[in-house]
Structures are given as C-alpha cells and as structure tokens.
C-alpha cells in the first residue's frame, strides 16, 4: 500500500469518526448530565401514585433516570438535580417553594398546587385564575391533522395567562381559556395532573421531551413498530398468514410476539404456527418472545429462566429466533422482573394492571441502568390506535382476533400517523438463556455464536398425528440429564478410587503382615 | 420423534437404571467384605451337627479325585460329616476312581452312589435327589465336581448356618482356579469376582437377599424335606431353590470367607454351552416365579425377582437396542435427533464400568492390576456381546423347547486336567 493511499484511508477513518460517534456521544453526554426528580406530595393516594408510575415510565422511555421522591424527602435535596418535576402537591408548600425558586432548576409543574407562589417568588409577570371543581375541556395538536380533544374533570386549578416563551393546547373551564402546556424558559406549567387519559399521556411524553431536550428544535425522532399481539400455537396459522402476507405485500416491517411454550412443541399445531413465523421471518419479520404469564409475584429467577429457555427452544428447533421479549410495564418496578429480562437486550413494553406497582421506596428508575433497547407501547388517541409519540420508539399492537379489516385499518392508521416504521432487524440483539446465546449483527442470526439461515421451506406434515403417544413421557431434553449424571458419576468415581485405594492397602498390609495361621494361597 | 430417538432414549434409561443399581450393590458390597474381613468368619458352635456334603457328578473322572481329597481336608469334625458322591450316569471311569479313593481312605465316611441310564442322567436336580435320598446329615452341603474347597470352609458355612434359626442356607464364595487358561477364562474370573459375588455381597447388605451359586452352600434338610427335594425340571436349580427358601420365610446369608476354587470354562464352545443353560435355567425361574412379583406373602424374593427381570428384560433389550443404534447410526442409516443427546453418555458408563469392576479385583487378594482396566474395557466390548448372544440363544432354546414339548436337557460342562497353571484336555 503507498503511502497516499494509507493518507487517504487514514482520514477518512479520523472523518468518519469525528462526524459519527462524536455527534452521538455529545448528545447522549448531554442527556445524561440531565438528572431529573418528580417530587410527590408526603402521603401520596393511589391516584396519585399511578400519576408518579407514569412520569417514572415516560421518563425511562426517553432514556434518563429519574428519582422520585416526596416532599418531605426531596425539600433539602433540590440542588442535585437538573430538571424537577412537581406532580400534584397539595398543602402547605411555602418552603417547598422557596427552596424551588432558590434551586433555579427547569421546573415543571403538574396541577395547580404551590403554582402561585412559584410564580410570585420567581417574579413572574402571568396572571392566575383559579377554577374550582370545573369540567375543563382540552384539546391539543400533534400537528395540523392530528388535533385531538378530551374532557377532564378539574378538582381545583389554577390557570396561566401572560406572555411565554411556548404554548401548545388549550383548556377551557368555566369561561376560561388557557394554555394547556405554558413555557417560560425552563418552567412549564400545565394544570392538569390526570395522566390515565390516552391524550394527556400523549401530550406530557411529547411536551415533557421537549422540555428536557437541550437543543433547540424538537428532539429525536424514533420509530414505531408494528407487533402482531400474543400469538398462540392454536392461533388460526391462516388468519396469521393473511396479516403476514399483507405486511409483506406492503413492504412494511413487523414483528410477531409468539407466548412461550414449555411442552408439546411437536405438535402439529405447533408446527403450523412455526411454519408461518419462518415464512415471515424470511421476509422481513422479526419474531419476539411475550413473557410467560406469570400468576404469582415472581420469586425464583432460575425457574422463570429456566422456562424461557425451553419456550426459546422450542422456538429455535423450527428455526425461529425469537430476537427480545415483550414484557408487562409493571415488570420496571419489580426487582425480580427486571432481573427476568436482564438476558435480553431487547425490550417492548405492554400497559397492563390499572393499579400502581411503582415501589415508591426504590426512589429511582433502575432499569434504566440495565441498558435494554426499550420499545415502549404506542398510546392509542383513536379507536385505530393512531399514535402521535416519536420521542421514544413505540410499538403499535395488533390482534389477530380483530379481523383483518380491522388490522388493515389500523395499519393505515399507523403509516398515516408520519411517525416512521422501523425493522427489528435493523438493530443488533442478545438474548441469553441456558446454555443458549442467540445475537445478531446487522441482520444476521448466530445462533450459539454460529450463523444461521433463515430461508424458509415449505414444512413437510406427519399426517394422523398420533396425540397419545406411549413414549412422548421419556422425551426430553437430555442435557438436564447429562449434567445431574456427570455430577452422580464424578462421585461415584471418587468413591470407587478411594474404595479400590483402601482395598489395595488392606491387601498389602495382609501381604506383608499375615495373619497366624493363614494358608498361603 | 423417531423410533430411534424412543430406542436410543429407552437404552440410556435402561443402561442408566442398571448402572445405578450395580454402583450401589458394589458399595454394598464393599463394606460388607470390608467388614466380614475384620473378623474370622467363625460362630463356633458347641455341637456340630452332621452334614452330607453332597457332589453330583456326570462323567467327572478327570477332577473328581482332585475335588474329593479337597474335601477331605475340611478342619469339620470328620465324624460329623459324609461324603455322598452322586456318580449319575457316567460312562468314564468315575466309578472307578470314586471306589479308589474309598479304598485309600477307609476311616472316612464317604458314600458313593452310582447311577444308570434310568434313574439317573436326568440333570443334577435329580442327581441331588438321589443323594439326598441316603443323605443322614440335618445339614446338607453341595459341591460341584470340579470344586477344590479351603479348609475352613464348609465349617464357616455351618457355623454361620447354626447362628440364626431364620437362615435358610449360607453360601460362600467361589474363585476361578484356572483364571490365567485363556483370556476367556480371565473374563470368567472378573465376571465371577464382580457380578456373582460383589454382587451377592451387595445384596445380602442391603436386603439380606442371597442367590445359591449352586455350589459351595450348605442349607437345613428340613428345608429341603418341606419343599419336596429339587425341582428337575429346573436347569439352573440353585436359583429355583433359593426363591423357594425365600418364600418359606428364611433368609440366605453370604460368607464370602468360605472359598471354593473352581474351574470355569477356557474355551468359547465350552463356556457358551454352560451359559446357555445358566440363561435358559434363569429364564425357567423367572416366568415359574413371575407372578410372585405381584404377591404381597411372596416378601423378599419380590426383589430378587425383579432384579432378574430387569437383567434379563432391561439389560439384554437395552444393550441390543443400543448396538442396532450404534451401528445403524454409523453405517448412516439413521439419525439420533434427541436434544442433548452426547457420547458423553456412553463415556461415563464406560468409567463407572470400569471402576465398579475394578473394586472387586481391588478387594481380592492377587487380583488386581493396571493391566486390568484394559481386560476389563475389552471385556465390555467383547464379553458383554458374547452375553447377549448367549441369552438370545436361551431365549430360542426355551421358546423351540416349550413349542416342540422338549425336556430341558442338562449338558454337562466338559472338563479338563490343569498342570501348574497349563490345561490340558
């Protein structure tokens, strides 16, 4: 090679670098010096633990860490922080707000409470009006074809009016019209606290990464992904290849959520599904492993593991290789669960239980730290499932059961939405189990490390499947076997060595000192 | 699934199980020779009682002598014994030679019974029917025709015998006196050391469960008397007996200090033959005790039932089944898809094979080497086989001998005159 064309390389290489991982690095270096905490008033309701559950989630769906902590517990410690969140304070707030306003930290409020004298303190010129027990009516825009509207119910409230940075939404209650989200340099203030309706959660992820992006413009933009929902073996594998072909015919990348299956993974309905997800996942989709249903809390890892190593298998034998796993949004809160998933790098999230499973004692996002490429759940603003968020990456889920009209409509939906779709094979992926390491890298499988093919074959059947066979109860996966066997035999051996030591000196000591009496043989 | 995955799956439960059985019984074993080896073996007793000791003898010339002086030497109270010799049949010069030794030895009590074609030669059942028949001892003794007993023997038989009115019969241990003939009859010893005595030793420690060798036990004559004598039908008539013992609620007790040295087969056409009739003995005690297995009264010998079955059901369908799958699998014609499925499987049998063996060898005197673990690894390669062949043979004899309504014939094991260790016809 001569020298000018080692120049040449040379520098591309240093452009190259400099252009892309700095870029990247400076921005995600910036994102997380943002260290935020939500405070909540001292003895939180139920209600108001869901609305900490779900700034908590959105938070780590846009990838920072979040504390969150009480009044009484976060008074003192305002100063660490970057940006503050207050959801729904109520009482007596005076020091609260003085050690706020003393702080000067990006503030955003939730609810009317302690609004006033944050203001006040911080010199504000706006005016406020406060509402008593009203209906509010609040619309708010996505863009010019996504205008949505709701009805809250207000408890007591207190609206903004003056000059501000940014608006965006309105509410109007008893006459009154205000801005729904009011932007004042780092302060934004918005008087609802209801974050259980589809709009206001949509709204709040749009509003609050903004309020956290530390650019000017709008954050990044991150893809959605279309998951055909929870299927099972005796899905009807023709319902499943109808939606499938359409994705396809589309040129639209999918994903299919298979539930785990621990037995009979030979069965005929079984391998019918399969032959589906190979079909599928030959032609562009990507198959991911729904958690198992787990009734209980969990509380042994090893078990749970244990069975999503069989569930990966019996997918792995037809050679589909499931890339993540789809998991329950409670399992962000749970030691245990986040311990469940840590083998998979690929994480979608599913809104499950109305109730809170936030443990408010954590007092911070660790997930967060476990590193997962997390796809959070599309919120639904309409009966198609139209979804406006593209601060974080979002999967749209479809049920087969839904009919395909149904799906097709929704489909359209979602590419009308202008929010991009996205392959799950344009990212790498591990997923650890068992002895089994399956991991891609740009769009190849290795299963064990070694590369595997997906092209599909046409599956050949075994007609008059026999159901009860006499023998299926000795069939399983040997390797259990071999493991408890080596262990039996290595002891066994070490017991026979020492037996046949023993015996051996016995037999010397008789040689060389025998008994009286004692006929040579 | 295919039906070699079922096959292949069904040998590795089946290896596995017998393997474990055998581990444990060889532990068993090993601590109770251990144990019996602290002591002398001896109970003495304040009066001896008379025993016949008993030697059916076909055609047995060549080591009849040899055997009888054997006998002869028993530090036993010799006017608290006989010496029947049951001359069935024979057409050599047995007849002869039993009435020399009579002559030689006048002050003895030696009984010689000489049978013709009539009522003799019917197999050794009878044979021991016959001499059971002039027998005067409360004890009764049996020693094969090639046998060269110790000393001490048949008193540390009796002495245990008399120790507890609940055993039936004590037996004790038998060796390969020409061991160093052929490699046939090296593995005839290992086999003798580690599966019929190690094994008998295990047994009788866990469950006090005993098989009679068929030589070298003593057992009371009112047992005998109660069950009517011998079966003749039976080839292998010491099992046959030992199920009975059991189910009369005796025990049989093993004294692995009382040794006899016996000549086993050196040639293949030899040992083949004798196995064949062990196996087909075997399997006429099986099906005539099978359905014991289901009687709660039958007690003990359940076990032993079972534990023949499974040796000639489990072992012999399990080692068939993996060899079709070895060799069909090698030669390509079919393919063993079970999930784990590892040579590793195979390997460790290999070991626990070997190593089990090699207690036995270790814990007898002059037995063991370094050599051994290579004898005892071709031996599983070559001997085993010879096993299974030997049952398949059984097995088409006593199907061909129940369909064409034939009487179990007992052939006789052919003997040869040993010199300093040679063999000689």
Not at chain 2, 102 to 129: E, F, W, Y
Not at chain 2, 330 to 346: M, R, T
């Amino acid at each position: 090679m001569t020298y000018k064309r080692f120049a040449v390389l040379l520098w591309i290489f240093i452009l190259a670098a400099a252009c892309f991982p700095m870029k990247a690095d400076a921005s995600e270096e910036e994102l997380e010096k943002t260290e935020i905490l939500v405070v909540y008033n001292n003895n939180p309701t139920d209600e108001e633990m869901m609305g900490v559950q779900s700034i908590v989630k959105i938070i780590t769906y846009l990838q920072h860490s979040i504390v969150f902590a009480s009044v009484d517990e976060s008074i003192s410690d305002l100063d660490n922080y970057d940006s503050i969140i207050c959801y729904g304070l109520k009482g007596n707030l005076d020091r609260f707000m003085t050690n706020l306003t003393e702080a000067d930290k990006a503030v955003f409020i939730l609810g009317s409470g302690g609004v006033e004298d944050y203001v006040t303190q911080k010199g504000y010129e706006f005016t406020c009006d406060r509402i008593i027990n009203s209906v509010a009516s609040v619309s708010y825009e996505f863009s010019e074809e996504n205008k949505f509207s709701v009805l809250l119910n207000l408890e007591d409230s207190v609206l903004l009016n003056g000059q501000f940075n940014y608006v965006k939404g309105t509410i109007t209650v008893a006459n009154l019209t205000a801005n729904l989200y009011s932007r004042y340099d780092n302060f934004v203030y918005m008087p609802s606290t209801d974050l259980s309706n589809s709009l206001m959660q949509a709204s709040f992820t749009k509003e609050v990464a903004q309020w956290l992006w530390p650019f000017s413009g709008e954050p990044f933009s991150y893809a959605q992904y279309i998951v055909i929902n929870e299927v099972y073996p005796f899905t009807p594998p023709e319902k499943l290849l109808e939606v499938v072909d359409y994705l396809i015919d589309l040129k639209l990348p999918f994903v299919i959520s298979v539930m785990p299956i621990y037995e009979n993974g030979e069965y005929p309905a079984m391998e019918r599904l399969c032959e589906v997800l190979k079909y599928a996942q030959a032609n562009g989709g990507a198959i991911i492993m729904h958690a198992p249903v787990i009734n209980q809390e969990a509380d042994n890892v090893k078990q749970i593991w244990e069975y999503l190593t069989i569930a990966t298998v019996a997918y792995t034998n037809y050679g589909i290789y499931p890339l993540g796993i789809q998991v329950p949004e409670r399992f962000m809160f749970s030691e245990i669960n986040r311990e469940i998933i840590q083998r998979y790098s690929t994480v979608f999230w599913y809104g499950e239980s109305k109730e809170a499973s936030i443990n408010l004692t954590e007092q911070f996002n660790t997930i967060y730290k476990d590193g997962h490429q997390m796809i959070g759940t599309a919120i639904h603003l309409d009966e198609l499932g139209n979804s406006q968020i593209k601060v974080h990456s979002t999967a749209l889920y479809l049920d087969i059961y839904d009919g395909i009209d149904m799906i097709k409509d929704q489909i359209q939906a979602c590419r009308q939405s202008g929010i991009p779709l996205k392959s799950l094979w344009d990212i790498d992926h591990k997923v650890y189990a068992d002895n089994l390491y399956l991991h891609t890298e740009q769009g190849q499988v290795y299963f064990n490390s070694s590369k595997v093919s997906l092209d599909y074959k046409p599956f050949e059947y075994e007609e008059n499947y026999n159901y009860h066979n006499a023998f299926q109860w000795i069939m399983f996966d040997l390797k259990g076997l071999n493991e408890k066997l080596v262990f039996v035999v290595a002891i066994s051996s070490i017991v026979f060595v020492i037996f046949i030591i023993k015996a051996r000196n016995i037999n010397k000591r008789k040689f060389l000192f025998p008994k009286e009496g004692r006929e040579d043989k | 699934m295919t039906w070699a995955d079922i096959l292949s799956m069904y040998s590795i439960y089946a290896i596995w199980v017998l393997m474990t059985i055998n581990i444990v019984l060889s532990i068993g074993g090993y601590i109770y020779y251990l144990r019996v080896n602290k002591t002398d073996g001896h109970i003495p007793l304040e009066e001896y009682p008379v025993v016949s000791v008993m030697v059916p003898a076909h055609n047995e010339s060549i080591v009849i002598q040899k055997t009888v002086a054997a006998l002869l030497k028993f530090d036993y109270p010799i006017d608290k014994y006989e010496i029947i010799v049951i001359n069935d049949n024979s057409s050599d010069d047995s007849a002869e030679v039993l009435k020399e030794i009579q002559v030689r030895n006048p002050n003895r009590n030696i009984i010689v019974v000489n049978t013709d074609n009539k009522a003799g030669g019917k197999g050794k059942s009878n044979a021991l029917n016959i001499g059971f028949s002039v027998a005067k001892g409360s004890v009764i003794a049996i020693y094969d025709a090639d046998n060269t007993p110790e000393p001490q023997a048949l008193r540390l038989l009796v002495e245990n015998l008399m120790s507890d009115d609940k055993i039936g019969a004590v037996i004790g241990k038998f060796r390969t006196r020409n061991r160093n003939a052929s490699i046939l009859s090296r593995f005839v010893n290992i086999e003798t050391l580690a599966y019929q005595c190690m094994n008998q030793a295990g047994r009788f420690f866990f469950f006090k469960l005993c098989t009679i060798p068929g030589t070298n036990f003593v057992m009371r004559r009112s047992i005998i008397e109660e069950i009517g004598g011998w079966d003749p039908k039976a080839l292998s008539e010491d099992t046959e007996i030992s199920f009975r013992i059991y189910r009369m609620g005796y025990y049989i007790k093993m004294m692995p200090l009382a040794v006899t040295w016996e000549q086993e087969p050196h040639l293949l056409p030899i040992w083949f033959k004798q196995r064949t009739r062990w196996a087909k003995g075997n399997i006429y005690v099986l099906l005539k005790n099978f359905k014991y297995i289901f009687d709660k009264d039958a007690g003990k010998m359940r076990i032993d039932v079972l534990y023949y079955l499974m040796v000639y059901i489990l072992m012999l369908s399990s080692l068939i089944f993996s060899d079709i799958i070895f060799i069909s699998g090698v030669l390509g014609f079919i393919h063993v898809s079970i999930s784990g499925f590892s040579p590793l499987l195979w390997g460790m049998a290999i070991i626990v094979f070997i190593l089990n063996v090699l207690i036995t060898l270790a814990i007898e005197e002059n037995e063991f080497s370094w050599k051994s673990v290579f004898l005892i690894a071709l031996m599983l390669f070559t001997y085993s086989k010879l096993w299974v062949a030997v049952v398949i043979n059984a097995l088409v004899q006593s199907i061909t001998d129940h369909l064409f309504k034939r009487e179990a014939k007992w052939d006789k094991t052919v003997r040869y005159v040993e010199t300093s260790g040679e063999v000689k016809k």
